[in-house]
């Protein structure tokens, strides 16, 4: 089993940044990385970006790509999401995800990111 547990949502101003974080504990050795997906009122969960344990392998969907920033601090076993230019298209529930193989196994609760325009 894998645990996840996001923080670091808010309200922001269109344009603004935030920093979401993701604690990981248990089984994590399992896993391939960890990422997170997102989702909006009446829209599908949606892929935002992924980091392998090794730092060097992140993936970014074209939506996000040159303002959000995933990193990972091993020690600490903490993803990070550096948002910044903020959308309002950018407000959703974000979940930290946990991948093994293929397949994004386990999941956290959600934070809430709201940008106001």
């Known amino acids: 089993q894998v645990f996840l547990a996001e923080s670091g949502g808010g309200l922001v101003q269109a344009g603004g940044s935030l920093r979401l974080s993701c604690a990981s504990s248990g089984r994590t050795f399992s896993t391939d990385g960890l990422g997170w997906f997102r989702q909006a009122p009446g829209k599908e969960r949606e892929f935002v970006a992924f980091?392998?344990?090794?730092?060097?392998?992140?993936d970014y969907a074209d939506s996000v790509k040159g303002r959000f920033t995933i990193s990972r601090d091993n020690a600490k076993n903490t993803v990070y999401l550096e948002m910044n230019s903020l959308k309002a298209e950018d407000t959703a529930v974000y979940y930290c995800v946990a991948r093994i193989a293929t397949t994004y196994a386990y999941r956290g609760q959600g934070t809430q990111v709201t940008v106001s325009s």
């Open positions: 980091i392998g344990w090794s730092g060097y392998s992140t």
